[in-house]
């Protein structure tokens, strides 16, 4: 039993998509649809404005409002923590997606499920990363086991000093950021 949590270093990435595009293929999602969302953060003033990009998917909370608001059940974590969607008991009721602060939430419009980033639980369950960390060419994610002081992961969020989206939410979200 892990409790798998990712840490996304914005510094480091080049901005290229290539994580939004490779989880696509994985995914098969066609190109209108994506589980990760890039947003836009203006800092500095004029002239001297930077544009900061925050990549953002689901943020696998512990504390996940999706799950407690999900009727059915089809909204449950693993036992590593990864917060996934039963296809099989979801209604399309769509209560996760206002739910969910991050806006991680993508309804699927063939199928009429809900569905988002899994942390790509089946490559995680072979031993591998996930697609969007495999493929970073900036190195600016790393994936692995929170509750392992000794796990990369754990090392550098103390050393980069990085920290959660909006933890004000009490949601205790898994992706941790350097910004
Ligand atoms: S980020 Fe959203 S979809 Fe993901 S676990 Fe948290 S509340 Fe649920
Ligand atoms: S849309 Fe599906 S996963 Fe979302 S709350 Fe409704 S039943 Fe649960």
Known sequence: MARYGMLIDT?????????????????????????????????????????????????????????????TGATYKNKDGIVLVDENKCIGCK?????????????????????????????????????????CVGNARIFGDLDDPNSEISREIIKRKAIPLRADLGTKPKIYYVR
């Open 11 to 71: 510094k480091k990435c080049v901005e290229c998509f290539g994580c939004r595009v490779a989880c696509q293929m994985q995914n098969g999602l066609p190109p209108e649809e994506a589980f990760i969302h890039f947003y836009e953060k203006e800092t500095g003033t004029f002239p001297n404005v930077n544009i900061q990009i925050l990549p953002v998917q689901c943020q696998h909370c512990e504390n996940p409002p999706c799950m407690k608001n999900c009727p």
């Open 95 to 135: 209560y996760c997606v206002v739910s969910c602060p991050y806006q991680a939430r993508v309804p699927n419009h063939k199928t009429g499920v809900v569905e988002k980033c899994r942390f790509c639980v089946e490559e995680v369950e072979k031993g591998k990363a996930p697609i969007c960390v495999a493929t």
